[in-house]
């Protein structure tokens, strides 16, 4: 059951007042009751991810705490509240702990673990899930609110790329700081598919081994990584060790072996962040500069995978375009770094240019 209409009817709320999705606006005057009724069960709702209508959500917890204890890493307590309407309310208890090597060592307010295991959310989409990982704002500053936005929509390019990637939800989150005699703000963030129902939507298994390498994952989807990665000029990530890419054990008709799926891109040029810098081994000054960090295959091959990729210009294109969240400055620098990797696409030397100049 996905929620789409903002104007649903209390009844159908009620059914599904303790998922994380329920709220996406409020309701009219018509379809206010006074005493909701309570049923004796919880209605699951299905598509968690395939909505693009953002959720509103209300996270209440001591912020100050929270951003004074984040290098630690310990869950503190939290309170998820859904809010239907003035009369219906319900809140259930949550817990959040910082993530993200960066951003946890740096941001004034980090990127979060959202535990709900001992929430009492009652969903069979969320049976057996622990966690989801939450993406908030870093700083106060305005820019760091298109930097949620811009990070946002990479999740979404790579998801018209292909299915092995991480789905995500945009949120409207309102923050209650108990810390600071209950100031409110209110900010974008979005959750990310949890391990779990990503694996599971794909039959496969999240792999914990540190011992793979480039060579020993599927050869397409690691091609498929590492052009993706050079398109939105992405350095941080290996597969030894698992930085930033998730590896699943896939065995499908059309893909078997391990599949790396990469994530957190604030490092990448597409989103520019004032704090990401490339490696000093790399030999490039900024992250706005493309280094192409994938293995080496043979000419023909770099070819075809480069030639995949260019049906999805216009589409990645309409997808900036028509994101009414992010200003129009913020489009067109997305959009204009996207067009300069498709014009490199057009050199009848860019694999040998781009590619084989640089891969591993």
């Not at 990584?225 to 597969?239: E, N, P, R």
């Not at 930085?243 to 896939?250: G, Q, R, T, Y």
Request: proline share 4%.
């Amino acid at each position: 059951m996905v929620l789409k209409s903002k104007f649903c009817s209390m009844k159908h709320l009620i059914s599904v007042a303790g998922i994380i999705l329920l709220i996406s606006g409020p309701v009219t005057a018509q379809d206010k009751i006074q005493s909701p009724p309570v049923e004796d069960t919880i209605s699951p709702l299905e598509g968690l991810f395939d909505v693009e209508e953002p959720l509103h959500l209300t996270m209440k917890f001591d912020i100050k705490k929270f951003q004074k204890t984040r290098r630690v890493g310990n869950y503190q307590e939290a309170e998820l509240i859904n809010q239907s309407n003035d009369t219906f309310r319900v809140s259930y208890p949550v817990r959040v702990k910082a993530r993200g090597i960066y951003r946890k060592a740096n941001c004034a307010t980090p990127p979060f673990f959202l535990n709900i295991r001992h929430s009492g959310l009652k969903t069979e989409e969320l049976k057996g899930i622990r966690r989801i990982k939450t993406v908030i704002r870093c700083r106060p500053a305005s820019s760091y609110e298109d930097y949620v936005l811009k990070e946002y929509l990479i999740y979404r390019i790579y998801n018209l790329i292909t299915p092995l990637s991480y789905r995500t939800r945009l949120v409207r989150l309102k923050l209650i700081d108990t810390g600071r005699k209950n100031i409110e703000s209110e900010d974008w963030a979005f959750l990310i598919e949890p391990d779990e129902m990503m694996a599971a939507r794909l039959g496969a298994k999240v792999v914990k081994s540190d011992r793979l390498t480039m060579r020993t994952v599927n050869e397409n989807v690691m091609d498929q990584v590492a052009l993706f990665q050079y398109m939105i000029g992405h350095g941080d990530y290996s597969v030894t060790g698992r930085h930033n890419l998730k590896i699943l054990a896939v065995l499908t008709p059309e893909i078997s072996g391990f599949a790396p799926v990469p994530y957190d891109f604030d490092y990448s040029g597409l989103v520019n962040t004032v704090y990401a810098a490339p490696r000093e081994s790399l030999g490039i000054s900024s992250v706005r500069e493309r280094i192409y960090l994938g293995p080496c295959r043979t000419e023909n091959v770099h070819q075809e995978k480069a030639d995949s990729f260019k049906q999805y210009k216009e589409e990645i294109s309409d997808l900036i375009l028509n994101f009414e969240y992010l200003d129009e400055d913020g489009k067109m620098d997305m959009v204009g770094y996207i067009d300069s990797f498709f014009n490199e696409l057009e050199d009848d030397n860019f694999v040998e240019r781009k590619i084989l100049s640089t891969c591993n």
